[in-house]
């Protein structure tokens, strides 16, 4: 059964930094993509950025520069570099994952999740 877990949220200055950790369980790691999304009150979820199996990454464009997704193979862990952060950033942040996914950054395209990590940016 596929289990992902977040850790690395937390309360940060705008313009600051945070790395996001998703430790995933339960699978062959190397075979699925891998995605976070964030989600504030009453809005949907926004896909944020993705990786491949491969390594290809995508990003929204509100993040583009910004942040960081990368994978540790060796560990079954997936990474969010937050860097610059922004007042607009804060959301819950989720761990996706999925063997096939036609649109990486689309929250339909993923069967597993997370249970979020909380990120605050104040002024």
């Known amino acids: 059964q596929v289990h992902l877990v977040e850790s690395g949220g937390g309360s940060v200055q705008a313009g600051g930094s945070l790395r996001l950790s998703c430790a995933a369980f339960g699978y062959t790691y190397d075979n699925y993509w891998m995605a976070w999304f964030r989600q504030t009150p009453g809005k949907e979820r926004e896909g944020v950025a993705a990786?491949?199996?491969?390594?290809?990454?995508s990003y929204a464009d509100s993040v583009k520069g910004r942040f960081t997704i990368s994978k540790d193979n060796a560990k079954n862990t997936l990474y969010l570099q937050m860097n610059s952060l922004k007042q607009e950033d804060t959301a819950m942040y989720y761990c996706?994952?999925?063997?096939?996914?036609?649109?990486?950054?689309?929250?339909?395209?993923?069967?597993?999740w997370g249970r979020g990590t909380q990120v605050i940016v104040s002024s």
């Open positions: 990786i491949s199996p491969d390594g290809t990454t």
């Open positions: 996706a994952a999925d063997i096939r996914v036609m649109s990486p950054l689309s929250e339909a395209a993923y069967l597993y």
